[in-house]
């Protein structure tokens, strides 16, 4: 069964602070893509990451795929409160169409 | 355009009552996704479907749960008996495409849950 791992599973900081979510797994994936999920809505995808070694940049946020395409990382510049939320990280299966998602990063970010 | 609708939002039941969740896609989406979101932890997918057929059902609990997608378009997922285990948050989600794992140019588009308590 392929896992994915996030840490830190918790993370609260001060507006303007940098900070980095890493999603790890023992196995190989297709692609990884990162989700954030408001309390009460359905997650909604940030990036899609298909080449090992690939960065994505989304304003303050930079997100790499690893060169062996099993791990991730999501790194927040100067975080800002509507930071706020549950950021996923999602391993996709090539020949089934299947998510594999991580237990998630809760961020706080504190005025 | 308009995204997955679920139905209801909430849901409170006692143990051993039966409850019914309903979704309905994006569109023109072949495939469909249910998914169970406990607190603190992501999705877990529970059965998905392309068009009216069950391509992946293993981690459903079949002894409770069951899902259908008729015409190939909406699709309900029902507990029956309920367990005071399975409160969480129940998404839906649908993508255009029907093989393989979504390129960039696909998405997955979640609903907004159904948040089921049970007591």
């Known amino acids: 069964t392929q896992l994915l791992e996030q840490s830190p599973q918790f993370l609260s900081i001060q507006e303007g602070e940098n900070l980095t979510v890493y999603c790890n797994s023992s196995?190989?994936?297709?692609?990884l893509q990162w989700y954030r999920q408001e309390p009460g809505e359905g997650p909604v995808l940030l990036v899609t990451v298909v080449t090992g070694g690939e960065v994505k940049k989304l304003k303050r946020l930079t997100f790499q795929f690893g060169d062996a395409r099993k791990d991730s990382s999501l790194h927040i510049t100067a975080a800002q409160t509507g930071d706020t939320g549950l950021y996923l990280c999602?391993?996709?299966?090539?020949?089934?169409?299947?998510?594999?998602f991580g237990q998630g990063t809760t961020l706080q970010v504190k005025p | 355009e308009a995204g997955v609708a679920q139905s209801p939002r909430y849901k409170i039941i006692e143990k051993r009552q039966s409850v019914a969740f309903w979704c309905n896609p994006i569109?023109?989406?072949?495939?469909l996704y249910w998914y169970q979101q406990i607190l603190g932890q992501g999705p877990k997918l529970l059965i998905q479907?392309?068009?009216?057929?069950?391509?992946?059902d293993s981690q459903l609990p079949k002894d409770r749960f069951s899902a259908e997608r008729l015409k190939g378009v909406d699709s309900t997922l029902k507990i029956q008996p309920a367990k005071l285990e399975d409160s969480a948050v129940y998404l839906c989600?649908?993508?255009?495409?029907?093989?393989?794992?979504?390129?960039?140019?696909?998405?997955?588009?979640f609903g907004p849950g159904t948040r089921l308590l049970v007591l």
């Open positions: 196995s190989v994936f297709s692609s």
């Open positions: 479907f392309q068009n009216n057929g069950v391509v992946d």
């Open positions: 569109s023109g989406h072949a495939t």
């Open positions: 989600a649908s993508r255009q495409g029907v093989t393989g794992f979504p390129t960039p140019k696909e998405t997955q588009y």
């Open positions: 999602a391993g996709g299966e090539s020949n089934t169409g299947k998510l594999i």
